[in-house]
């Protein structure tokens, strides 16, 4: 029952933030300048930048790690790697309304998710304006304590975009909203969650297995009015290692 509760909880949050994109949005943000924005996220990976290989029963999702724009989040995320923290670790909600997967959970904590960092405080938000919610984009799961308000801070559990069409909806709401055109231009060409700007932090991109997630979207069997799989889904093993073209 109390799965049942929280993964309706997080179905709640979903819908809020979808019905309206300002709900991720705080109150006292503004929009970076479009002359500011470089979407490093839609470009290939570069020689020698951090990467993470993810192995699944399903395949092998391989993602680029943001460290100079997430710092912080991508430090904690090899430490969790590096402790083999993910290693056998369910993927515990696989949400085809959103086609979002989510792991990392940890139910000896209270909250649910682990923490491994030196000062052993959650990580906090960290929102670059060069990193956003488009198709493929790896996010650090964040506890929403209140709308337009705070967002706390992030641990262990982290979720992945699938292939997500643009919405007229979302398109519409970032014209009227004035998100940058290249955003808007990225948003419509690329598809995502861009809504949820300035809740969740973007600290890696999919650049090899998307379609892994995609299948896991679109072929896992989920309990019965739940996001949760019905079948053994799960990362075999993560590790750490950087780009080269030569052995992509």
């Known amino acids: 029952m109390k799965r049942k509760l929280r993964y309706l909880a997080l179905l709640c949050v979903v819908v809020f933030c979808c019905v309206s ?42 993602m680029m790690l943001f460290t100079e724009e997430t ?21 515990s909600a696989v949400d085809t309304v959103t ?16 923490v491994m960092t030196e000062n052993g405080k959650d990580v906090p938000l960290e929102v670059h304006p060069n990193l956003w919610h488009f198709t493929g984009a790896v996010s650090a799961y964040q506890k929403v304590n209140g709308f337009n308000s705070k967002y706390t801070n992030s641990d262990s559990r982290f979720f992945i975009i699938g292939t997500k069409e643009a919405s007229e909806q979302t398109l519409f709401q970032m014209k009227e909203q004035e998100f940058p055109q290249v955003v808007q ?10 809504e ?7 600290f890696a991109q999919v650049y090899d297995g998307l379609e892994v997630v995609d299948d896991i979207l679109e072929n ?29």
């Not at 470089?38 to 029963?57: C, H, M, S, V």
């Not at 710092?71 to 993927?91: C, E, M, S, W």
């Not at 949820?196 to 973007?202: I, Q």
């Open 196 to 202: 949820y700007a300035g809740c969740f932090t973007v």
């Open 99 to 114: 086609k979002t997967i989510y792991t990392g959970e940890d139910r000896t904590t209270d909250t649910f998710g682990k």
């Open 21 to 62: 994109m300002s709900a991720c949005i705080p109150a006292d943000a503004s929009m970076p300048n479009e002359a500011d924005i470089k979407l490093i996220q839609l470009e290939p990976p570069k020689e020698g930048q951090d990467i993470a290989i993810f192995e699944t029963n399903y395949g092998i999702i391989k």
């Open 185 to 194: 231009d990225a948003y419509k060409e690329h598809g995502g969650l861009v």
């Open 220 to 248: 896992v069997q989920l309990k019965e009015d739940s996001v949760e799989p019905a079948e053994e889904l799960y990362i075999k093993k993560a590790t750490l290692s950087t780009y080269s073209s030569q052995n992509p």
């Open 71 to 91: 710092p912080q989040t991508v430090a904690h995320f090899k430490t969790l790697i590096n402790a083999g923290f993910y290693d056998g670790r369910k993927i």
